[in-house]
């Protein structure tokens, strides 16, 4: 892991699809945000990533395994934060779930002095890791993520309750055994239970708090 001076600070949170990322992400965000600008903190989500499938129908789309690493364009990313590191602003791709591809617009994403980069693959790739500072790997029990996941893919991602259980046995719990799980190696901090962990989110906030104030 490295840091040079000036250069934005990534705070890396890994784990599994549901374990509490996003919800810690942006727990952390909120409260820094009442003291920091946009301007020096930033969120990004692996998931933006996921390759551009517009060239693919539908019924192809579904049958992509969207828990191998493969399914990410994880040179983009490393070029994105490169850039961003190196004081560029950049246009991160938009994903849509329920399309399973890219949108065609991009948002403009600039500099910051700490950005938070969460997603289920981060760990996994040397590339990456190259670039964080602190890593955290979300550590929620594999059925708590199921039942986190139902709720949150029916009631936000359009999903059907039976779609959701096929691609966990399919790809989801496989690909968390073979990349995810194992990835917990390389993490400074592991979080139990998921995002509403008030002492995770407590430390998390003051570390990053010290980076923005210098
Ligand atoms: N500790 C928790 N208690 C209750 N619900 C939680 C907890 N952590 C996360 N959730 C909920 O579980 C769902 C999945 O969390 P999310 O942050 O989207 O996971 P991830 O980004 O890891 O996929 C969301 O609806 C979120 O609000
Ligand atoms: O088109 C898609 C893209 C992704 N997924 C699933 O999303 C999760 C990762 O997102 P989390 O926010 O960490 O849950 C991954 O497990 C993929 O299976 C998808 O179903 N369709």
Do not use: W
């Amino acid at each position: 892991m490295s840091s040079h001076q000036n250069e934005a600070v990534v705070i890396a949170i890994a784990g599994a699809s549901a374990s509490g990322k996003s919800l810690i992400a942006q727990t952390i965000y909120r409260k820094l945000r009442k003291d920091f600008s946009s301007q020096e903190i930033g969120v990004i989500s692996e998931d933006r990533y996921y390759r551009d499938q517009t060239h693919l129908p539908m019924e192809e789309r579904v049958l992509t395994n969207y828990d191998h690493p493969n399914a990410m364009e994880h040179e983009l990313l490393v070029k994105h934060l490169t850039a961003l590191k190196a004081g560029h602003a950049v246009e991160l791709p938009n994903y849509s779930y329920t399309e399973h591809t890219r949108m065609a617009e991009t948002t403009e994403f600039k500099p910051k002095k700490v950005i938070i980069l969460e997603g289920i693959l981060l760990l996994n790739v040397p590339e990456l890791r190259e670039l964080m500072h602190t890593s955290v790997f979300m550590d929620t029990p594999l059925d708590i993520c199921l039942i986190r996941r139902l709720k949150r893919d029916v009631a936000e991602r359009g999903r059907s309750m039976e779609s959701v259980l096929a691609q966990y046995q399919a790809t989801v719990r496989p690909m968390f055994m073979q990349f995810i799980e194992p990835s917990k190696q390389y993490a400074d901090i592991i979080v139990p239970r998921g995002g509403k962990n008030v002492i995770a989110i407590d430390l998390l906030t003051a570390r990053i708090r010290q980076f923005l104030k210098n």
